[in-house]
């Protein structure tokens, strides 16, 4: 089909766009703290008239810029008469996008990357800038297969730094409680691009169920049936999961596997009441309401009301009337809810260093205060996590996170100072983790396990203790 120069035009208008929509979140997120996720979801949404390939182009190249900062920062230092600490805003954020649409998208053209580059700092009314944009771009094109990284076994800190963007301090704090080996498949892993898992209802027929992947596979979607656990599956391909055939009928939610596992773990039996504390979004609560199957009761919390809101949408549409949601502050001591609970779940707040794969910037918002920051916050939850459950009760202990403080030292913690001690988890864990799961803790591992980096841990209130 011919092309008219109408149409070209309108294209590269539209492209032009999106680069200049990336480099805005770019200028934001260095001025601000916020989360690039977040402000992805809200630009997206800003500019929805877009088509799914501008809006793919503008996540993939501004998630991407982030999370390759660190390497990306090291290369320009290496080209570019200006460090890169010392560049205006704009022109950083413009040489960083660039850099990265050329060492990362082959798709991309250079030649195009660099050209549009120098357009919008003419249109940014940086005039004076082209010249050195122009340069700086193509020097990293011309030289991107033979730049000079730090030495792997000279300066192996400084290489994972680089190769896998990672700030050199918490690869140090990952190597106190991992090897080499272990840590540099963390953080190959946080780089790949995973895909999306489902929890699929367990009450759903196999003739269901295969009649649904059959439906997304003909609009293209890859479906794959995760290793661990039946109903878990994982999707690929797929243009908004809201859009999926099964989704309005409830059929699906979207949660990692290693939050399925806690509520396996926890065993939950029909009748039993369960808390879950810090529940948004609200995977473990769907998933406990739906073991449960229509019996007993699901009190699902969390701080604010808009993360409630988006838990009581889910529970409408999955048709979860056993399971209640409000807004509390997990902080905050309910004497209503003392010794009600078979189980209470505290997915209590976390580091997150083990989702650094798929929330970019936590590795540049963490700090070590924070780490200290955040197990104090962790220890008021708990303090009034384990008065709700009763003698004989399970508190599941769990985080997204792979740091030994906030998990198994918080569990051993849990223990000394509560009348609580850890029981196997392995009968109710897949057979891949079985022997992992009989210390009552399991740490998983990205890159060593098919999950996120996540913990768990099984604790039992002992009876005439409390």
């Given at each position: 089909m011919e092309i008219t120069e109408t149409e070209d035009a309108d294209r590269n208008f539209t492209k032009m766009n999106s680069r200049e929509i990336i480099l805005d979140m770019l200028l934001e997120l260095e001025k601000t703290d916020a989360y690039v996720n977040l402000l992805l979801a809200d630009v997206l949404d800003?500019?929805?008239?877009?088509?799914?390939?501008?809006?793919?182009?503008?996540?993939?190249?501004?998630?991407?810029?982030?999370?390759?900062?660190?390497?990306?920062?090291?290369?320009?230092?290496?080209?570019?008469?200006?460090?890169?600490?010392?560049?205006?805003?704009?022109?950083?954020?413009?040489?960083?996008?660039?850099?990265?649409?050329?060492?990362?998208?082959?798709?991309?053209?250079?030649?195009?990357?660099?050209?549009?580059?120098?357009?919008?700092?003419?249109?940014?009314?940086?005039?004076?800038?082209?010249?050195?944009?122009?340069?700086?771009?193509?020097?990293?094109?011309?030289?991107?297969?033979?730049?000079?990284?730090?030495?792997?076994?000279?300066?192996?800190?400084?290489?994972?730094?680089?190769?896998?963007?990672?700030?050199?301090?918490?690869?140090?704090?990952?190597?106190?409680?991992?090897?080499?080996?272990?840590?540099?498949?963390?953080?190959?892993?946080?780089?790949?691009?995973?895909?999306?898992?489902?929890?699929?209802?367990?009450?759903?027929?196999?003739?269901?169920?295969?009649?649904?992947?059959?439906?997304?596979?003909?609009?293209?979607?890859?479906?794959?049936?995760?290793?661990?656990?039946?109903?878990?599956?994982?999707?690929?391909?797929?243009?908004?999961?809201?859009?999926?055939?099964?989704?309005?009928?409830?059929?699906?939610?979207?949660?990692?596997?290693?939050?399925?596992?806690?509520?396996?773990?926890?065993?939950?039996?029909?009748?039993?009441?369960?808390?879950?504390?810090?529940?948004?979004?609200?995977?473990?609560?769907?998933?406990?309401?739906?073991?449960?199957?229509?019996?007993?009761?699901?009190?699902?919390?969390?701080?604010?009301?808009?993360?409630v809101k988006r838990m009581e949408e889910n529970r409408l549409r999955m048709s979860k009337e056993n399971m209640i949601t409000a807004a509390r502050d997990a902080r905050v001591y309910q004497k209503e809810l003392c010794k009600l609970a078979d189980v209470v779940i505290a997915d209590v707040p976390c580091s997150g260093l083990g989702v650094i794969g798929k929330k970019q910037d936590i590795k540049y918002h963490v700090s070590e205060q924070s780490l200290k920051d955040i197990v104090a916050l962790q220890k008021e939850i708990i303090k009034n996590a384990v008065a709700y459950v009763k003698e004989g009760g399970v508190l599941m202990y769990s985080t997204c996170t792979v740091n030994p403080e906030e998990n198994e030292k918080m569990a051993e913690w849990i223990c000394e100072e509560f009348s609580f001690e850890p029981e196997s988890m392995s009968a109710y864990l897949p057979e891949q983790l079985k022997e992992s799961g009989d210390s009552g803790m399991l740490q998983l591992l990205p890159g060593i396990h098919e999950t996120d980096g996540f913990f768990l841990a099984k604790l039992r209130c002992k009876i005439g203790k409390v």
């Amino acid at each position: 089909m011919e092309i008219t120069e109408t149409e070209d035009a309108d294209r590269n208008f539209t492209k032009m766009n999106s680069r200049e929509i990336i480099l805005d979140m770019l200028l934001e997120l260095e001025k601000t703290d916020a989360y690039v996720n977040l402000l992805l979801a809200d630009v997206l949404d800003k500019y929805d008239y877009l088509d799914s390939k501008e809006k793919a182009f503008i996540k993939r190249v501004t998630e991407g810029t982030v999370e390759r900062r660190i390497q990306i920062d090291y290369i320009l230092d290496g080209i570019s008469k200006v460090p890169v600490v010392k560049m205006k805003p704009l022109i950083r954020a413009l040489l960083r996008s660039g850099t990265y649409q050329i060492l990362f998208m082959d798709a991309v053209p250079d030649a195009a990357v660099c050209n549009e580059s120098v357009c919008i700092a003419k249109k940014r009314k940086f005039v004076s800038l082209q010249g050195y944009v122009n340069g700086v771009l193509r020097n990293i094109a011309r030289q991107k297969q033979a730049i000079s990284y730090p030495d792997r076994k000279k300066e192996p800190v400084a290489y994972m730094s680089v190769m896998y963007s990672m700030p050199e301090w918490l690869i140090k704090r990952f190597l106190r409680s991992y090897d080499m080996d272990t840590v540099e498949k963390m953080l190959l892993a946080f780089l790949k691009s995973a895909p999306v898992t489902l929890r699929m209802e367990e009450s759903l027929t196999l003739e269901t169920r295969d009649n649904l992947f059959a439906e997304w596979e003909k609009m293209g979607v890859k479906v794959s049936q995760h290793p661990y656990l039946p109903y878990a599956v994982q999707i690929e391909k797929a243009e908004g999961l809201k859009r999926l055939p099964g989704y309005d009928e409830g059929f699906f939610a979207v949660q990692d596997v290693s939050s399925m596992l806690v509520v396996e773990a926890a065993d939950i039996k029909e009748g039993q009441t369960v808390i879950d504390l810090c529940a948004s979004p609200g995977g473990k609560s769907l998933h406990a309401a739906s073991k449960l199957a229509g019996t007993g009761r699901v009190y699902s919390f969390d701080l604010t009301e808009q993360k409630v809101k988006r838990m009581e949408e889910n529970r409408l549409r999955m048709s979860k009337e056993n399971m209640i949601t409000a807004a509390r502050d997990a902080r905050v001591y309910q004497k209503e809810l003392c010794k009600l609970a078979d189980v209470v779940i505290a997915d209590v707040p976390c580091s997150g260093l083990g989702v650094i794969g798929k929330k970019q910037d936590i590795k540049y918002h963490v700090s070590e205060q924070s780490l200290k920051d955040i197990v104090a916050l962790q220890k008021e939850i708990i303090k009034n996590a384990v008065a709700y459950v009763k003698e004989g009760g399970v508190l599941m202990y769990s985080t997204c996170t792979v740091n030994p403080e906030e998990n198994e030292k918080m569990a051993e913690w849990i223990c000394e100072e509560f009348s609580f001690e850890p029981e196997s988890m392995s009968a109710y864990l897949p057979e891949q983790l079985k022997e992992s799961g009989d210390s009552g803790m399991l740490q998983l591992l990205p890159g060593i396990h098919e999950t996120d980096g996540f913990f768990l841990a099984k604790l039992r209130c002992k009876i005439g203790k409390v």
